[in-house]
């Protein structure tokens, strides 16, 4: 019977998967690249379960900022370290290069259950999920030049909505739904590589990102992020001097863990702590738990023999108590049952949220799982530029604090207090220590994991009680070394912006020079073609007078000899009148004298290529007007 309940134990949390045992991994297992055990000998040698050695990174340069990291595997409960943990550094770029680069860094560990294929893939994923996401919104995050951009987002760090225009979206809404949208997308990732790679499992996630000068915590699941600070204080002053007994030995400082004080960046997510939540799954979709649970809160379980008896119980989302009257229905499981770490949901699974678990199934009732649980996670953000921090009580990494990001295999056996007070007294043991923070990652993981007895049993140093027996991986960031790189790109920042808008000012008035210089090459060679016009046009007309000139002689001596023929006429007329001969002699030569010079006249003038109607028309009109003359005196005489 023990057997059996082993097998079907088994198979709710390692499915039967023997069709799919011919698939591939995704990813061939490993430790984190920044750990460098690159061979198999290494990588056996670091999931001793007898031993299990507390693994530090080789090269400790490789993690920015002094950046400390240990981790141990656990005591044999599973073959493989299923904890990952993974770090990048980007660079959001504008493609136009119209607005300064924003780097930002990303660190993440991730917890594995039912294998470490979730946890591998997330390490080696997430980040590229997470940079295509920032890439989306990067044009309204990229910082601005406030003098040559109308965008003012230093005073209000809002955006129009880029759909509607009626809604106001700042920066930190931007880069938390980055994060939220990138647990969605890792989880429906993990969900499709079923198709074509050996199943993955689940896995908790816990990410932290530093960008523009703010700390965003993501976390799902039960791995946590404390940050441990300490109140600046004599104490602190205390911590930095040194021995009188030995000059070169720094004494720690007592004080300093009674100063210290810790800040959750994180809740846990447990069938306990979401109870509410998956009540009400429950409660809107009954048919997700099929014959075999009941959203129901018993002070008491139940029992066949308390059939039609009152008992205490809640539904649902009640947060108070009331009686009913129990029914064969309240004999099923309830959905949620156990307390703290023991909570379960279906009796199976201890954590709620996280990447992963589609094909986990309920033991001994086989119902689906992943319907109750959710990649979303919780994100909580600091403002670094708000922290106030004298530079006098060198109390830096105590006023920025230090954030430890850590796996349940931590915070089983260690409380946030105890956290904290380790940190810093390990820091003030070494404060000149350049890896200092990787000796307090060690010192975590040393307490947490505990020593091995004659018994064979894990056991804490300082209380003999029982040690985690779960993997443990721990990462420590001071967070004041990310501000003060964070301070020094503002400042470059600033030169460039300001260089650019140098540049900007010297080519508008560069193009404002060229623009005057074409205007005036423009207009002076209007000039010189006006000139070279005038210039050309006398020339014209001494041509077109030269061509004209024997046609203008042709035509005046023809307007002369039809002229002349006019006048003979006019004397013939004037002389078959009864008028006296001398008298009408005189009046002839007269008005031949008169056109000749009125010809030559308009010759010399430049009227010579007037009709010669005209003047026809006016010695006619002379040559009448005389001939009335001449007969108005004829009939007097």
Known sequence: MLNNFKNRFISAIEPDLSSADLLPDKFPYGRPPFLQLLTADELRASANHNVRPII?????????????????????????????????????????????????????????????????????????????????????????????????????????????????????????????????????????????????????????????????????????????????????????????????????????????????????????????????????????????????????RPHITDMGKRILCRQGTMKGWTYKTLTRNDLRIPVVNGEGKRSRLLGTLGVTRGFGDHDLLAINTGVQIKPFLTPHPDVRQRDLSQVVSIPDEHNEDGDYGILVMATDGLWDVSENDAVSRIVFQMLSRYPREKHRYTMAAQELVARARGKINDSGHWRLADSKAAATVDDISVIVIPVYQYYKEHIEWTHNDTRELERRRRKAAEDNMAQEAVNAFNDIAAEEAHVVEERRNLQQQPAIVKTEQVIAGPKQEQERQKQDQHVQSESEETLVEELNDNSPLQARLESVSETLQQVHLEARTKAIFGEITAPTAEASSAVTTSANKQRSNRKGKGNKQ
């Open 56 to 300: 530090v990174p080789r090269d400790l340069n490789l993690l920015p900022w002094g950046t400390g990291y240990a981790e141990c595997i656990n005591s044999g409960k599973s073959k493989w370290n299923e904890d990952q943990a993974a770090f990048c550094r980007q660079v959001l770029t504008d493609p136009e290069k119209k607005y300064p680069d924003l780097p930002y860094t990303y660190f993440g560990i991730f917890d594995g259950h039912a294998g470490y294929g979730a946890a591998l893939a997330a390490s080696h994923q997430f980040h590229d999920i997470l940079h295509e996401m920032l890439v989306d919104c990067s044009e309204l995050l990229l910082p601005r030049d406030q003098v040559n951009d109308n965008s003012k987002s230093h005073e209000n760090p809002t955006f129009p909505h880029p759909t509607y225009f009626q809604r106001r979206v700042s920066r930190d809404e931007l880069i938390i739904g980055a994060l939220e949208s990138a647990f969605f997308h890792m989880d429906w990732l993990i969900s499709q590589d079923r198709n074509y790679y050996r199943d993955a499992g689940g896995c908790t996630a816990c990410v932290t990102l530093f960008i523009d000068g703010k700390m965003y915590v993501a976390n799902a699941g039960d791995s946590r992020a404390v940050l441990c600070q300490r109140r600046a204080g004599a104490g602190v002053a205390l911590s930095v001097t040194q021995s009188t007994a030995n000059p070169n030995k720094i004494e720690p400082n007592p004080m300093d863990g009674d100063n210290s004080y810790p800040t959750a960046y994180s809740a846990d997510h447990t069938p306990e702590t979401e109870r509410e939540r998956l009540m009400n799954v429950a409660r809107l979709k009954p048919q997700l738990m099929g014959q075999h649970y009941v959203a129901m809160e018993y002070a008491k």
